[in-house]
């Protein structure tokens, strides 16, 4: 049985297929049903416009992926920390929490404009933005991660009187790890979203995929293959960043649970 299962098709050819099944009738419908461009332009359109200026694009991506790295980092630095004063006490958790939940479920999109009046254009803002929309679930990944340490192990150290640097080191963080990945995995999500939005909202020179997508909006009909060769650029950044992540976490947890097994 396990011969046949390798020798079966590969998940990466059907998913090859579905992604080209989807492509065809994308474009069929755009062409058969005259689709205005406002609405939608067809995939050769698009595929056209990314292979005549593949430099300018590659540029634009880069940019919006260090957005995105940087503040999902610094948002990931700095939920750890507040993960480990929060696992310490329920008090400090029970007060934070309300405030986290209200950073979650404010729509960002809404107050970007006042950071950038606040901080100015261009990266201070974007990297704000994406760290500042990414804090709140990594921070709840980590303290219940942490909570979640063996209490056995808890207790064998504290008999000994192991520092509290040294428990965090070595059991809570590793203990977290498998919550925070999972979280991560979200968070580039959002921050990606995030980092393209704010891009746009900060009108700056040269900042990314989204300033390319807001003035292809100001062109009229000539600008909507721009918009949308922006925005599939911005699809295939999220899906190479989900891809690094997963094989970060493979790397990085080979002994949990969860790895054991995974396809190498």
């Known amino acids: 049985m396990t011969g046949d299962a390798r020798s079966g098709p590969r998940p990466e050819l059907w998913a090859s297929i579905g992604v080209v099944t989807a492509l065809v009738l994308w474009e069929l419908w755009v062409r058969l049903a005259d689709v205005r461009p406002f609405i939608t332009v067809a995939p050769s359109e698009i595929a056209r416009e990314l292979a005549d200026n593949p430099t300018f694009y590659l540029e634009q991506t880069w940019l919006t992926a260090w957005h995105t790295l940087v503040g999902v980092s610094i948002a990931l630095v700095l939920a750890v920390a507040a993960g480990a004063i929060l696992a310490s006490s329920r008090r400090l958790e029970w007060s934070a929490q309300p405030l986290l939940v209200l950073v979650m479920v404010t729509p960002w999109v809404a107050y970007i404009t006042s950071v950038v009046a606040w901080l100015g254009r261009g990266t201070p803002t974007i990297l704000f933005m994406v760290a500042f929309v990414t804090f709140p679930p990594l921070v709840f990944a980590a303290v219940q ?19 509290g640097v040294e428990v965090f080191w070595r059991l809570r963080l590793p203990s977290a790890l498998p919550s925070l990945f999972t979280a991560l995995r979200f968070a580039t999500g959002l921050g990606l979203a995030t980092a393209y939005f704010s891009e746009g909202a900060s009108a700056a020179a040269d900042v990314g995929l989204g300033e390319v997508g807001r003035r292809a909006t100001q062109s009229l009909t000539a600008g909507y293959p721009i918009l949308w060769a922006s925005i599939v650029c911005a699809a295939l950044l999220g899906v190479l960043l989900l891809v690094g992540v997963t094989w970060l976490e493979r790397r990085v947890l080979k002994w949990h649970a969860s790895q054991r097994g995974a396809t190498r």
């Open 145 to 163: 991660g942490m909570r979640s340490a063996d209490l056995a192990a808890v207790e064998v150290l504290a008999s000994v009187d192991t520092p």
